[in-house]
T-cell receptor
Framework: GAVVSQHPSWVICKSGTSVKIECRSL??????MFWYRQFPKQSLMLMAT?????????EQGVEKDKFLINHASLTLSTLTVTSAHPEDSSFYIC????????????FGPGTRLTVL | GQSLEQPSEVTAVEGAIVQINCTYQ??????LSWYQQHDGGAPTFLSY????GLEETGRFSSFLSRSDSYGYLLLQELQMKDSASYFC????????????FGAGTRLFVKA
């Protein structure tokens, strides 16, 4: 089956620093990946669509200069939270669409970010 | 725009059957999906309906009525491990066909 990995699984950083999260599709190619943010007991909020070889598409209200997305290859997308603040603390999850013909998203295990 | 509505919480006993409903509004429709998420974990795909009717996968079934913009997830022979959040989702018709998720239904299974 399709596997998506994420690294790191958790990170604690100081306010003002930048944090990079990697999302990899391990056994399939993903020209598109999605980045979500989830607060406790809430739904997944789509932040941006990452496109291999082109700029990411950000959802309304998401600061593109704060959440930098780079889709460097067909198997890797990165999300960098720049100048992180405590309000950026959240669960960040990436996903990639499957290629089997039905619309299914394969999710990474998520990254728990805590900004002190 | 697109929006989905589902109940916030459902409680049921072990061995019972529970139905989680989802109504949606979307300008273009490609299908309704269901995902399960345990606390602290990532969502996992359960089922997908593109056409009207019932899809069965083991203890889980999903139903879709496109004319009513309505679907449901049916969980049978409930087990304690089924306690989780369940999200319905629709595929967008713009911007890379992103997936839009409902707010989620927390299912509590009691012994």
């Amino acid at each position: 089956g399709a596997v998506v990995s994420q690294h790191p699984s958790w990170v604690i950083c100081k306010s003002g620093t930048s944090v990079k999260i990697e999302c990899r599709s391990l056994d399939f190619q993903a020209t598109t990946m999605f980045w979500y943010r989830q607060f406790p007991k809430q739904s997944l909020m789509l932040m941006a669509t990452s496109n291999e070889g082109s700029k990411a598409t950000y959802e309304q209200g998401v600061e593109k200069d704060k959440f930098l997305i780079n889709h460097a290859s067909l198997t890797l997308s990165t999300l960098t939270v720049t100048s992180a603040h405590p309000e950026d603390s959240s669960f960040y999850i990436c996903s990639a669409p499957g290629t089997s013909g039905i619309w299914v998203q394969y999710f990474g295990p998520g990254t728990r970010l805590t900004v002190l | 725009g697109q929006s989905l509505e589902q109940p916030s919480e459902v409680t049921a006993v072990e061995g019972a059957i529970v139905q989680i409903n989802c109504t949606y509004q979307t300008s273009g429709f490609y299908g309704l999906s269901w995902y399960q998420q345990h606390d602290g974990g990532a969502p996992t795909f359960l089922s997908y309906n593109a056409l009207d009717g019932l899809e069965e996968t083991g203890r889980f079934s999903s139903f879709l009525s496109r004319s009513d913009s309505y679907g449901y997830l049916l969980l049978q022979e409930l087990q304690m491990k089924d306690s989780a959040s369940y999200f319905c989702a629709v595929r967008g018709n713009t911007g890379g066909f992103k997936t839009i998720f409902g707010a989620g239904t927390r299912l509590f299974v009691k012994a």
